[in-house]
């Protein structure tokens, strides 16, 4: 496959990190950008796996060096995208894959287009918004996977509506009914850009 950049976005609880697993499985030359935020770390999570958990200082300085591609504030916390990584696998012929919000999408949008034509990170770059069947199915979901407060539940079905209303920026959009299809889609999508089908 050629290496591609990809950007997936959704609101939480939508089964983003489900289907980001699905591809990293079935995918070993897609490299995972691991992000850094400032919120704790929640259940299993693992700093420098899932995250780099860093102090509100710390980012602050990330992002005074240069060091991300891309920041946002998102449910309160800041999260970024370490550069230096993204780089490098895309030096190595392998593909990134993003999980990140709407905002931090755009951002990564406006880079990559402002880079010359035949960048092999412009030419790669492919934009995926994911989307819950409905909002109420949304609610079921974050309240089914017990692992948020009830006001994060809250702020983060507010913010699901914001996020819904921006999914028209993505080049591809994915509805999340059942998890089975949903994954044949993006990774039809994923060959089809990558030159494989
Ligand atoms: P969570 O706290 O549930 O892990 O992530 C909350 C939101 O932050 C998700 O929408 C996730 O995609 C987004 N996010 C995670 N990492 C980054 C990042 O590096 N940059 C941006 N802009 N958003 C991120």
């Known amino acids: 496959m050629k290496p591609l950049l990809i950007v997936m976005s959704a609101p939480s609880g939508a089964g983003k990190s489900t289907l980001c697993d699905l591809l990293l499985q079935e995918f070993p030359e897609i490299t995972y950008s691991i992000s850094c935020t400032t919120r704790a770390p929640r259940g299993e999570e693992e700093d420098g796996v899932d995250y780099f958990f860093l102090s509100p ?3 602050e300085r990330w992002v005074a060096e240069g060091r991300l591609l891309e920041h946002a504030t998102v449910h309160g916390n800041r999260y970024g995208t370490p550069a230096g990584p993204v780089r490098e696998a895309f030096a190595e012929g392998q593909s990134v894959l ?3 919000d709407v905002v931090g999408a755009a951002a990564v949008r406006r880079y990559v ?3 010359p ?3 092999p990170l412009r030419e790669g770059f492919v934009d995926i918004f994911i989307e819950p069947p409905s909002v109420a ?4 979901r974050l309240e089914g996977r017990g692992e948020d407060s009830p006001e994060s539940i809250e702020t983060r079905l507010k913010n699901a509506e914001g ?3 921006r999914a028209h920026e993505f080049a591809y959009r994915v509805v999340n009914d059942d998890l ?3 994954y044949n889609r993006l990774r039809d999508i994923l060959l089809v850009k990558g030159g494989e089908l």
Do not use: W
Not at 137 to 140: G, N, S, T, V
């Open 57 to 59: 200082g710390e980012f």
């Open 113 to 115: 287009e402002a880079l």
């Open 180 to 182: 089975r299809m949903a």
């Open 117 to 119: 034509a035949g960048d």
């Open 163 to 165: 996020e819904l209303a």
């Open 137 to 140: 199915e949304l609610r079921r």
């Open 98 to 100: 993003m999980d990140i």
